[in-house]
């Protein structure tokens, strides 16, 4: 879990990377192993990577044999209530992007995209091209903007007077140390 980011209440992450400054709302299903229905058996006991199957089998599964993909959340990305993103393939939600309540996320989401349905599909882009590029360029999300003496001077309201002022007072400002980010 990055810097200034938060999950609520009963969500289940499963081989999840958080970056910075995200919002996870309640309720999330992100990165649940699949059951394979054109295999014999739907059981988890023959291809679920859990310890207690593991000393029945006698080994740990290798990667080939495991039913579960990881799930990549870049920074600033916003996910409402209700949201799903089964492993059946490694997913890349992309900085800046938005998840709308109750979305189904099957594929890979691009940055600062607004998604929602099921499947998830892009609705619109928060920003013009040229603000989601000189946004994603500046990687504002790598610094601890919440602790700076600037912070009450940035724009959030504004994307191009933020990233103005940004880029005046980047100077001035903390990184967030990379051993902040774990893996959540």
């Keep these: 879990m990055g810097a200034y980011s938060y999950v609520n209440a009963n969500s289940t992450l499963n081989l999840c990377t958080v970056g910075n400054y995200c919002s996870l709302a309640s309720e999330l299903k992100l990165g649940l192993p699949r059951h394979c229905p054109n295999h014999v058996t739907t059981s988890s006991s023959f291809y679920a990577d859990l310890p207690f199957l593991n000393a029945w089998r006698g080994h740990p599964l290798s990667s080939a044999e495991r039913m579960q993909c990881p799930i990549t959340i870049g920074h600033d990305v916003w ?13 890349t939600i992309g900085t800046g992007a938005v998840i709308a309540a109750g979305s189904i996320v099957t594929h890979d989401v691009p940055p600062y995209a607004v998604v ?38 940035l724009s ?9 002022r940004f880029i005046h007072y980047r100077k001035d400002m903390a990184r967030i140390p ?3 980010v774990t893996l959540a």
Excluded: T
């Design 79 to 91: 996910i409402g209530n209700n949201v799903i993103i089964p492993a059946h393939r490694p997913i």
């Design 116 to 153: 929602g349905g099921n499947p998830a599909r892009v609705i619109k882009q928060r920003f013009s091209d040229e603000i989601c590029a000189d946004l994603m360029y500046s990687r504002w999300f790598d610094y601890d903007l919440p602790r700076s003496a600037h912070c009450s001077e």
């Design 156 to 164: 959030l309201d504004d994307p191009k007077l933020f990233l103005e």
């Design 178 to 180: 990379d051993e902040y």
